[in-house]
């Protein structure tokens, strides 16, 4: 299986910070990545697609980059309703797999 | 309006059977692939299954494999997942999702989920 290593697992940051997680793969992915942002009691929600894509409806202040085994996830500026955990997937291969989550909270 | 409605949750104990049903409304649903992800008590995310638009195409996450088995009827709109000799380990949340498009892969639409509870 490929795992998905994210990190940080959880940060702290005001509002209006730069926020940079990041994803890495234990085998070269393509850009076959997405992420999805999860609120406490939700389902989680798509956000960018095929590593940089951004997903309809979507706010601009997210972001996606990176391809093969390495991808970073961007919020430009911190908004309160951007407190939720944040996940990464691959969907190169089966099973397709999601990384541990990172958390994100308000300082 | 793209709804998902899953049902079927509840206790079990273990070695138990359950079928989990999920609901499909506004789109087409002969049309796309759909998948179940589960997500343990402060866990993250784990992929279980998906179909293919038509039910030919079947994968499953590693582990799973001989105990569940996804479906889907197209005529009724829904989606499911039969679990068999069910474990503590597959307590968890489980969520029916749509995926973005064909050959997509990602998961666009999510139903709210169905609590599933392995414990004698």
């Known amino acids: 299986d490929i795992q998905m290593t994210q990190s940080p697992s959880s940060l702290s940051a005001s509002v209006g910070d730069r926020v940079t997680i990041t994803c890495q793969a234990s085998?070269?992915?393509?850009?076959?990545l997405n992420w999805y942002q999860q609120k406490p009691g939700k389902a989680p929600k798509l956000l960018i697609y095929?590593?940089?894509s951004l997903e309809t409806g979507v706010p601009s202040r997210f972001s996606g980059s990176g391809s093969g085994t390495d991808f970073t996830f961007t919020i430009s500026s911190l908004q309160p309703e951007d407190i939720a955990t944040y996940y990464c997937?691959?969907?190169?291969?089966?099973?397709?797999?999601f990384g541990g989550g990172t958390k994100v909270e308000i300082k | 309006e793209v709804q998902l409605v899953e049902s079927g949750g509840g206790l079990v104990k273990p070695g138990e059977s359950l079928r989990l049903s999920c609901a499909a409304s506004?789109?087409?649903?002969?049309?796309?692939?759909m998948t179940w992800v589960r997500q343990a008590p402060g866990k993250g995310l784990q992929w279980v299954a998906s179909?293919?638009?038509?039910?030919?195409?079947?994968e499953y996450g590693d582990s799973l494999k001989g105990r569940f088995t996804i479906s889907r009827d197209n005529a009724k709109k829904s989606l499911y997942l039969q679990m068999n000799d069910l474990r503590a380990g597959d307590t968890a949340v489980y969520y029916c999702?749509?995926?973005?498009?064909?050959?997509?892969?990602?998961?666009?639409?999510w139903g709210q989920g169905t609590l599933v509870t392995v414990s004698s």
């Open positions: 999702a749509r995926d973005k498009g064909p050959y997509s892969n990602s998961l666009q639409h």
């Open positions: 506004g789109f087409t649903f002969m049309s796309y692939s």
């Open positions: 179909i293919s638009s038509t039910g030919t195409y079947i």
């Open positions: 085998q070269d992915i393509g850009s076959y």
């Open positions: 095929v590593a940089s």
């Open positions: 997937q691959q969907y190169d291969v089966v099973p397709r797999t």
